[in-house]
């Protein structure tokens, strides 16, 4: 069992930039894919970035290529989301997840196991 926790969520201005972290316990995450959703208020919740358990192969969801960055560390139990040159289209709910599979070209919420409770993003002026 892993229990993923978000934090770093905020609002920002457009243009600013954030850092999400998300924290897992009850499990050493090297055994998982690891990845970043996000859900905006009657949409479904789509995959922003995903990272194998080697950290040699990641996923990035057109929208945020070129502006957003994930990485993790294994020692930690961390994952991390670096976004850059935000926009107001970025505002949603994004969570964490892990699952225990090896990521290839996509990155489909079907594959995850273990979801963290969200963190809020609102970019706005």
């Known amino acids: 069992q892993v229990q993923l926790v978000e934090s770093g969520g905020g609002l920002v201005q457009p243009g600013g930039s954030l850092r999400l972290s998300c924290a897992a316990s009850?499990?050493?995450?090297?055994?998982?894919?690891l990845g970043w959703f996000r859900q905006a208020p009657g949409k479904e919740r789509e995959g922003v970035s995903c990272i194998s358990r080697s950290s040699g192969r990641t996923y990035f969801a057109d929208s945020v290529k070129g502006r957003f960055t994930i990485s993790r560390d294994n020692a930690k139990n961390m994952v991390y989301l670096q976004m850059n040159s935000l926009k107001p289209e970025d505002t949603a709910v994004y969570y964490c997840?892990?699952?225990?599979?090896?990521?290839?070209?996509?990155?489909?919420?079907?594959?995850?196991?273990?979801w963290g409770q969200g963190t809020q993003v609102t970019v706005s002026s």
């Open positions: 009850g499990s050493t995450l090297v055994y998982y894919t």
């Open positions: 997840a892990a699952g225990r599979f090896s990521l290839g070209s996509i990155c489909h919420k079907n594959e995850f196991d273990y």
